[in-house]
């Protein structure tokens, strides 16, 4: 197996784990939206750092194995990656209503292991069934690698024709593995300008860019804060 899945499924597993346990503490009251803010994030900012790296590094990984699902991956990476985001910023606000932060983190928390399942079934489909020419690639650049002890192979004069000839073409493989390398990078960074116009055209539908910030004006109706009120620093 290459590195590249090792390093992909290990990362999985960490992802899950996560999740997992955001899920349970949510469930058994760990987590909970009457806690004040400061408690909350102490309560579970190890698992969403945690979450937010992973995610990070998994969402290239997603991309370099399946390009041809980017929007897709990109759709789900930014869900989940918003979510996570305004419940660590929200928190951090200052109102003169904290546990109105605190509920309105609460539902972007929710909503974080809601988006986080979504994005698991997909990296597991990807796993499971990643693009066959990138794949290809991936396994000869493995049997390319392998450093083995050299033996002397006997045998007929009539064979030792048949093995040249496995030989010269072992080297037209490695050939082959050198370029199909060169073309991974350059998909690689075909990826990232893609990346780069869907965030653009994502900020563009969003009026611009700006960390987020609760407004301190009075609780609508039950006394509870809406995700409408949480806008970019900047704005008035």
């Known amino acids: 197996m290459h590195l590249a899945y090792e390093k992909f499924n290990f990362q999985l597993s960490q992802f899950e784990e996560n999740l997992q346990k955001l899920a349970r503490d949510i469930a058994s009251g760990v987590l909970f939206e009457k806690l ?38 990109e759709s789900q990476y930014q869900n989940m990656a918003k979510s996570l985001k305004n419940f660590k910023e929200i928190l951090a606000q200052k109102t003169s209503d904290s546990l109105a932060n605190s509920r309105l983190a609460f539902e972007q928390l929710r909503k974080a292991v809601t988006d986080g399942s979504d994005m698991l079934v997909l990296m597991r489909q990807i796993r499971d069934e990643p693009n066959p020419v990138i794949d290809a690639v991936l396994r000869l650049k493995t049997a390319s690698e392998m450093k083995g002890q050299v033996i002397t192979i006997k045998a007929p004069r009539q064979v030792q024709p048949l093995i040249e000839k496995l030989f010269r073409h ?67």
């Not at 102490?42 to 929007?71: D, Q």
């Not at 300008?193 to 301190?216: D, H, P, T």
């Open 170 to 236: 072992i080297e037209a493989i490695r050939a082959s593995i050198i370029s199909a390398e060169k073309a991974l990078g350059e998909i690689k960074t075909h990826l990232r300008n893609i990346q780069q116009e869907c965030l653009r055209m994502g900020n563009g539908k969003e009026g611009g860019k700006g960390s987020a910030k609760v407004e301190a004006s009075q609780p609508k109706n039950d006394g509870q804060l809406s995700l409408s009120q949480f806008k970019p620093e900047g704005e008035s």
């Open 36 to 73: 004040e803010p400061n408690e909350l994030w102490k309560r579970s900012e190890k698992t969403i750092t945690s979450l937010m790296e992973l995610l990070e590094s998994l969402h290239e990984k997603l991309l370099l194995l399946k390009p041809e699902k980017a929007p897709l991956i």
